[in-house]
């Protein structure tokens, strides 16, 4: 199957970009990555590969917001349980919320990352989501 057929009925809405190489130490398994804005506000087309997610991370200062364009994945904040995400889902993470995002085990995953501007605003990555718990959802 196609990644655009995986992706769900209208294909991909964004270019999937190349292989998120700058940030691959920070994800297990394959990640895409296409900038769409740099300027004003950072927005990032992240497209995972079935079974792909980012480690667990923290947006200090301003947040992050998640706008699901296709596929099936997770989220889940630390302390509470991974929420299933489709297209057309939004998620609002707050700064200093220590979460992880990513693909089910068996289904492509896009959405657009938003950042949200503060000033002095960072991102700090922490462990890998364990293989234990990814299984299990």
């Not at 199957?1 to 294909?11: H, P």
């Not at 959405?111 to 922490?126: Q, R, T």
Request: aromatic share 10%.
């Amino acid at each position: 199957m196609s990644k655009e057929k995986d992706l769900g009925q209208g294909g991909m809405i964004f270019e999937m970009g190349k292989p998120n190489d700058a940030f691959a130490q920070y994800f297990d398994g394959q990640s895409y990555l296409n900038m769409l804005s740099l300027e004003r506000v950072v927005i990032g087309n992240v497209t995972f590969e079935p079974g792909c997610r980012n480690h667990w991370h923290i947006h200090h200062k301003g947040g992050q917001i998640l706008l699901v364009t296709g596929g099936e994945g997770w989220y889940q904040e630390w302390g509470k349980p991974a929420q299933k995400l489709k297209a057309g889902d939004v998620v609002n993470i707050p700064p200093e919320v220590k979460h992880w995002h990513g693909a089910t085990k068996d289904s492509w995953f896009a959405h657009l990352a938003v950042e949200v501007p503060a000033k002095d605003a960072s991102n700090e990555w922490c462990e890998a989501v364990s293989e234990e718990d990814y299984m299990n959802l």
